[in-house]
């Protein structure tokens, strides 16, 4: 079965400082790759997803995440952080059309004025 | 805007009671999703469904039920509510199995 990864529980920035955050994945087979943010009392927000293709993927709120198939990693990155991207980040993992998401316990990102 | 509307940002309830979650999405999605969110665990699939009245055990299904009449609605159901059933639950919905879009949760609390 598949598993996700995110090492980092908590992450501390100061704003405009460059972010990585990291996810490792275990999938048998090709991966589909998410990222998610949730703010503080919300649910989560679908930031970017990895299908196929090129392994760079850009996604909203200026992230792009990489997928490096033999690191078995997909790590989001921000090259200058804001103070409002403070929330909790989720990698995902799963397949096309079945309903076997697996995420990870999440990153809590704190920024620094 | 996509829309995932949950009936209750906070619920306090009783042990032994039935609770109902309701879920109701404006986006025409085949799929919904209920998950429980909790500290350290990240989040952990409770039921799926793919078509109205069609249900799909996720991987803790154990002491909860759902329903789908339907399209737009997926109903969560603890039976007989207990204390360890205390968390952030969270319902999705999208067009393929993966969900694309999160509604603000429910937090319950079970006395």
């Known amino acids: 079965a598949q598993s996700v990864t995110q090492p980092d529980i908590h992450i501390t920035v100061s704003e405009g400082a460059s972010l990585e955050l990291r996810c490792n994945y275990s999938?048998?087979?090709?991966?589909?790759l998410f990222w998610y943010v949730q703010s503080p009392g919300q649910g989560l927000q679908l930031l970017l997803k990895y299908f196929s293709g090129d392994t760079l993927v850009q996604g909203i709120k200026g992230f792009e995440a990489e997928f490096k198939r033999s690191q078995s990693s997909f790590n989001l990155r921000k090259p200058s952080v804001h103070w409002s991207d403070a929330a909790e980040y989720f990698c995902?993992?799963?397949?096309?059309?079945?309903?076997?998401?697996?995420f990870g316990a999440g990153t809590r990102l704190t920024v620094k004025p | 805007d996509v829309k995932v509307t949950q009936s209750s940002r906070y619920l306090v309830k009783r042990t032994g009671e039935k609770v109902f979650l309701e879920c109701v999405q404006d986006m025409d999605h085949e799929n919904m999703f209920w998950y429980r969110q909790d500290p350290g665990l990240g989040l952990r699939l409770i039921y799926f469904?793919?078509?109205?009245?069609?249900?799909e055990k996720g991987d803790i299904p154990e002491g909860y039920s759902v329903s789908r009449e339907k399209k737009e609605r997926f109903s969560l159901i603890l039976e007989s509510a207990s204390t360890n059933q205390t968390s952030m639950y969270l319902c999705?919905?999208?067009?393929?199995?993966?969900?694309?879009?999160f509604g603000d949760g429910t937090r319950l609390s079970i006395l």
């Open positions: 999938y048998g087979a090709t991966p589909y």
């Open positions: 469904s793919y078509d109205v009245k069609m249900k």
């Open positions: 999705a919905s999208g067009w393929r199995a993966q969900p694309q879009h």
């Open positions: 995902a993992v799963g397949t096309y059309n079945n309903n076997d998401m697996r």
